[in-house]
Nanobody, 125 residues
Framework: QVQVVESGGGLVQPGTSLRLSCTAS????????MGWFRQAPGKEREGVAC????????IYGDSVKGRFTISRDNAYNTVYLQMNGLKPDDTATYYC??????????????????WGQGTQVTVSS
């Protein structure tokens, strides 16, 4: 059974940075594309970024392009999300998952409907 543990969230001011981490177990990590999603109160979960397992190609949602960077370390079964220039609209619970990672229109799709506990990011002055 795949398990993920997200961490690194917090309360930050606009314009600052955070780095989220997600460690996965129960899967051959290096063989899966990984992605980050977020869900704000009252909104649907949306794909934020993903990184492929083979070429490490990264794909980003329009709202985070140029500000967020996804990376992975297969030695530690960990995927990261570096978030710079944070805005109040980035406030959400962030989740990671194994994904199908494609540019639009296919986009970022979680392979399972089972999610970790997420990590809360709150951007507020």
């Amino acid at each position: 059974q795949v398990q993920v543990v997200e961490s690194g969230g917090g309360l930050v001011q606009p314009g600052t940075s955070l780095r989220l981490s997600c460690t996965a177990s129960g899967l051959t990590f290096r063989g899966y594309s990984m992605g980050w999603f977020r869900q704000a109160p009252g909104k649907e979960r949306e794909g934020v970024a993903c990184i492929t397992y083979k070429l490490r190609t990264s794909i980003y949602g329009d709202s985070v392009k140029g500000r967020f960077t996804i990376s992975r370390d297969n030695a530690y079964n960990t995927v990261y999300l570096q978030m710079n220039g944070l805005k109040p609209d980035d406030t959400a619970t962030y989740y990671c998952a194994a994904v199908d990672c494609h540019p639009p229109p296919l986009g970022i799709r979680a392979l399972s409907d089972s999610w970790g506990q997420g990590t809360q990011v709150t951007v507020s002055s």
